[in-house]
C-alpha cells in the first residue's frame, strides 16, 4: 500500500513524499494534489537519467516547478523516482532495464490508483530517460496521452559540444540559485540505463507504431543531446503514424534541463494545455 509522509521544509505547501509499492519494491516519489476534492487529471512526471523525482519540483524560483503549476490548474502530480533511484535503490542498485523499468512502474502505479482518485485518468510526461519510459509506458495501458522533452529518437552525433552544454545549455537560461539547490534534484545514473541509452534509436523504431495515444515532443531551443533539425523531426512524426494527436515543439530560451529554467513555467503550460486538448478530444469521441 502507498504511504505519504509529511512535507520537508524544501517542499512547498502541499507537496508531499510519497512511496508506492511496486510489487515488492519501493518507489518514492512527490506527490502534489490540488484543492478540488477530485483532480481534473492526474500527470505521472518521470525524470531523466542523473536526476531525481524533486526535478519536477525546482525551488530556486516559484514559477519553476510543475507540481505547483499543474495543481494550480487542477491536476494531480505524481512525480516518481525512476527504478533505480530514491527508495528502490538497495533493491535495485543497478538500475533496470527500460522494458523492467515500465513493468514497475506500472506496479507502482497499480498501488496508487488504490489509495488515490485520478480525476479523468492519467498522463505521462517523461523528461530525457524519463521521456524513453514515458514512451515504453504508452504502448499499453490507458494512459490519456503523452509528453516528452529532452528526448528524440536520433543522436546529436556532434562531438565538440561539452557535457555541461548538452545537460544545461547556456547557464543564464537559469534562475539564480539553481545549481546551488540542485542536489536535491541531482542523482548516479545507474548502469543499467546507460546500457540502454545505447539502443534508443532501434527502440524507438520498434516502439513507435504502438503508440496509440495522442502524444508530443518537446524539444529545448538549445538541445545540444538529440537531432531537432527538420528532417529528423519529420522522420519522427512519421514513425508515429498510429498516433492519434501528434504534436513536435520547440521551447524557446531553453536548455536539456526545461523544468528547471526560466522557461519551465512556459513548456509547463504547453504541456497541461495539450493534455486539455486531449481530454477535449476524449470527450468528444
Known amino acids: 500500500m ?51 523525482a524533486a526535478y519536477f519540483h525546482g525551488r530556486a524560483h516559484p514559477d519553476v516547478s510543475l507540481l505547483s503549476t499543474a495543481t494550480r490548474l487542477g491536476y494531480a502530480v505524481l512525480a516518481l523516482d525512476r527504478p533505480g533511484y530514491g527508495a528502490s535503490v538497495d533493491a535495485l542498485p543497478d538500475g533496470q532495464s527500460l522494458t523492467d523499468q515500465a513493468d514497475t512502474v506500472r506496479a507502482a502505479l497499480a498501488d496508487f490508483t488504490t489509495d488515490n482518485e485520478t480525476g479523468a485518468g492519467m498522463f505521462l510526461l517523461g523528461h530525457s530517460f524519463g521521456g524513453k519510459l514515458a514512451l515504453t509506458l504508452a504502448t499499453e495501458g490507458e494512459f490519456r496521452g503523452v509528453d516528452v522533452s529532452g528526448c528524440g529518437h536520433l543522436y546529436n552525433e556532434d562531438t565538440e559540444t561539452k557535457m555541461w552544454q548538452r545537460n544545461w545549455g547556456d547557464l543564464q537560461l537559469y534562475p539564480p540559485g539553481t545549481f546551488a539547490r540542485a542536489g ?36 529545448a531551443e538549445q538541445e545540444k543531446w538529440w537531432r531537432t533539425d527538420d528532417v529528423a523531426l519529420a522522420d519522427l512524426a512519421a514513425l508515429l503514424a498510429s498516433a492519434p494527436r501528434r504534436g513536435l515543439t520547440r521551447v524557446p530560451q531553453a536548455g536539456h534541463n526545461i523544468s528547471l529554467g526560466w522557461a519551465a513555467r512556459a513548456y509547463h503550460t504547453s504541456a497541461l494545455a495539450f493534455f486539455e486538448t486531449c481530454l477535449l478530444d476524449r470527450a468528444a469521441a
Open 2 to 52: 502507498s504511504s505519504v509522509e509529511a512535507s520537508a521544509a524544501v517542499l512547498s505547501p502541499g507537496v508531499h513524499r510519497i512511496t508506492l509499492d511496486a510489487a515488492g519494491i519501493p518507489i518514492s516519489g512527490l506527490l502534489s494534489t490540488p484543492a478540488l476534492a477530485l483532480p481534473r487529471a492526474t500527470i505521472v512526471a518521470l525524470h531523466g537519467a542523473g536526476m531525481s
Open 184 to 219: 536535491a534534484a541531482v542523482d548516479s545514473t545507474p548502469i543499467l540505463e546507460l546500457v540502454d541509452a545505447a539502443s534508443w534509436p532501434q527502440t524507438f523504431a520498434e516502439l513507435a507504431d504502438r503508440i496509440r495515444i495522442p502524444v508530443r515532443f518537446s524539444f
